[in-house]
């Protein structure tokens, strides 16, 4: 059966640019699957569309601020359209790193150590006074420091010593209230896609991330050539078994549903990092769940298909 289906793309996000080129690729592979599309961009207008449009269901194509974090996943489910992706609390959950390496930690997954701070630690308590006991706290440089709740590296520094600490933290603090100041691991960048089956949880093979500068930020994600991608990743049949099932299990804690994406650093001592999880994973000409989904042989039309069917037949 052919549905109507709304494309949520754009948005006021940071991320705005990447979703709308997400969001048109979705739209053109549903258009050619024989579907009825409404892309339609996020403003004002956007509930009283819904309603008046009525769709079958909802593909959100929005990363960053309110289309990954839970805000839109709420409204779909106020309104009683269902969605792709996970719901609303793996989506506040993945999109807060603090809280989720918080949730890492008692669930005996692998992360960075790391310390959070918040704009009101500084401004209202003090915690300037302190940064010089961060290094021992997180392990050493050099550290990452980035917002909790941003995406597609923005906000991010690599900071080699203690110099550079108060300037990262200012700038990842510019782009929300609170940020991150993590180990940083030297070794293989990974992420492992999850899809959901209707037998259950799919792990597509690991994509590795290979940047030409060194550095996996916004250009090197995002424009062509800048970064080799090796799928599957380069990776010995044991490690591989390692990343794989570390995946399935932060898909399942989470409790995220249809997709996600799990980003991963393998250490120089071959053990899995886990950084942090994307429920609204990029699908540009350059994204990773459509490489790893197209090395088992999943083409892009079929993934946004795989990802309405689950949709809709979870609401069945
Ligand atoms: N602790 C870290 N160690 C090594 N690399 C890191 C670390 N934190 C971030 N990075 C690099 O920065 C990129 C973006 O960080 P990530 O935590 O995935 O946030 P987001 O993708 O949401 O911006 C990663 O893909 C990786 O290249
Ligand atoms: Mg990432």
Redesign the pocket.
């Known amino acids: 059966m052919k549905e109507k289906v709304a494309v949520l793309m754009g948005g006021q996000s940071l991320e705005r640019e990447v979703s709308l080129s997400s969001g048109r690729r979705v739209c053109d592979a549903l258009e050619a699957a024989g579907h009825k599309v409404l892309p339609l961009d996020v403003t004002s207008e956007l509930v009283s569309t819904l309603r008046s449009e009525r769709p079958d269901v909802v593909y959100i194509a929005l990363h960053g601020k309110y289309g990954e974090d839970g805000t839109v996943q709420e409204l779909l489910e106020f309104l009683g359209i269902p969605y792709t992706g996970p719901g609303v609390i793996a989506s506040a959950l993945a999109w807060d790193?603090a809280l989720c390496k918080r949730l890492f930690v008692a669930e005996g997954v692998p992360t960075?150590a790391?310390v959070t701070f918040t704009a009101d630690a500084f401004k209202q308590m003090g915690a300037a006074t302190a940064l010089d006991m961060v290094p021992a706290a997180v392990g050493g440089f050099?550290?990452?420091v980035?917002?909790a709740k941003?995406?597609?590296?923005?906000?991010?520094s690599?900071v080699d010593d203690a110099g550079g600490l108060a300037e990262a933290l200012l700038t990842a603090l510019s782009y929300g209230d609170a940020a991150?100041v993590?180990?940083?691991?030297?070794?293989r960048?990974l992420?492992v896609s999850v899809l959901d089956d209707p037998d259950g949880p799919r792990v597509l093979p690991p994509v590795e991330?290979v940047?030409k500068s060194g550095?996996?930020?916004f250009s090197?994600?995002y424009t062509a050539g800048e970064t080799d991608y090796y799928v599957p990743a380069r990776l010995s049949s044991e490690e591989e078994a390692q990343v794989v099932a570390l995946a399935a299990r932060v898909h399942a804690l989470l409790g995220c549903e249809h997709v996600s994406r799990v980003?991963m650093?393998l250490g120089r001592d071959g053990l899995p990092?886990v950084?942090?999880v994307?429920t609204s994973p990029g699908m540009t000409e350059t994204s990773l769940l459509p490489m790893a989904a197209a090395a088992v042989g999943i083409d892009f039309q079929e993934l946004v298909e795989h990802l309405i069917r689950s949709t809709l037949d979870a609401g069945a």
């Open positions: 790193k960075p790391w050099p550290v990452a980035k917002p941003q995406g597609s590296a923005l906000g991010l690599k991150i993590e180990k940083w691991i030297e070794g960048e992420a991330m940047p550095l996996f930020d090197a994600m980003d650093v990092n950084l942090e994307n």
